[in-house]
Structure formats: structure tokens, C-alpha cells
Nanobody, 122 residues
Framework: QVQLVESGGGLVQAGGSLRLSCAFS????????VAWFRQAPAKEREFVAA????????YYEDSVKGRFTISRDNIKNTVYLQMNNLKPEDTAVYYC???????????????WGQGTQVTVSS
């Protein structure tokens, strides 16, 4: 059974940076596409970024392009989200997700972490 455990969230001032990590276990990590989603209070969960099994191909939601970078280490079985120039509107619970095969921008991921809170103060 696949398990995902996020870490790295916290409180940061606007303009600051955070790096989220997500540890994958239970299956062959390199067979899975990975993604990050976020959910702000009273809002639906939304796509942030995704990467293919190799990490060569990535995709970003428009509001985070140029500020966030998704990457993965298939030796450490970990996916990362480097977040720079954070804005108050980035405040949300961030979730990592995994799906066997190709990446997607929708919620069709079979496996989800428990989430990590990111709060950006103005």
C-alpha cells in the first residue's frame, strides 16, 4: 500500500521561501507520477504542480509558475515543492499525491498524504 508523508510546512512572511517534502513508500516510486495540491479554508482543493515518473516533465498552475518548483529524487523516494516569493494567497494546506502512470492536473490521484499547513503572513 502506498503511503505519502508530507513535511516542511510552517509560517513565513510574504516574499519568503519554504520547501515541502513528501516521502513515498510501499511501491516502486519511479512508476508513479506525483503532484502537489492545496486547499485553502472554504475553498476546493486545487492543483499546484505535477511531475512525471522521471521528473523531466513538469506542469504548474498559472499562479505559481516562476515561483514554485516541483522535483523528485527517485533514490530517496521523495518529491519536493520549492516555494519562493510566497504570497498570502498561497496560504493553504498542501497535499502531495501519487498515481500510477501518467501525471494529471485533476484529482484522479489514488494516493494522498495527510497535508501540511503553509501560512504566509503579509
Amino acid at each position: 500500500q502506498v503511503q505519502l508523508v508530507e513535511s516542511g510546512g510552517g509560517l513565513v512572511q510574504a516574499g519568503g521561501s519554504l520547501r515541502l517534502s513528501c516521502a513515498f513508500s510501499g511501491r516502486t516510486f519511479s512508476a508513479y507520477a506525483v503532484a502537489w495540491f492545496r486547499q485553502a479554508p472554504a475553498k476546493e482543493r486545487e492543483f499546484v504542480a505535477a511531475a512525471t515518473w522521471s521528473g523531466v516533465h513538469t506542469y504548474y498552475e498559472d499562479s505559481v509558475k516562476g515561483r514554485f518548483t516541483i522535483s523528485r529524487d527517485n533514490i530517496k523516494n521523495t518529491v519536493y515543492l520549492q516555494m519562493n516569493n510566497l504570497k498570502p494567497e498561497d496560504t493553504a494546506v498542501y497535499y502531495c499525491a501519487a498515481r500510477y502512470g501518467s501525471m494529471a492536473r485533476d484529482l484522479s490521484y489514488a494516493y494522498w498524504g495527510q497535508g501540511t499547513q503553509v501560512t504566509v503572513s503579509s
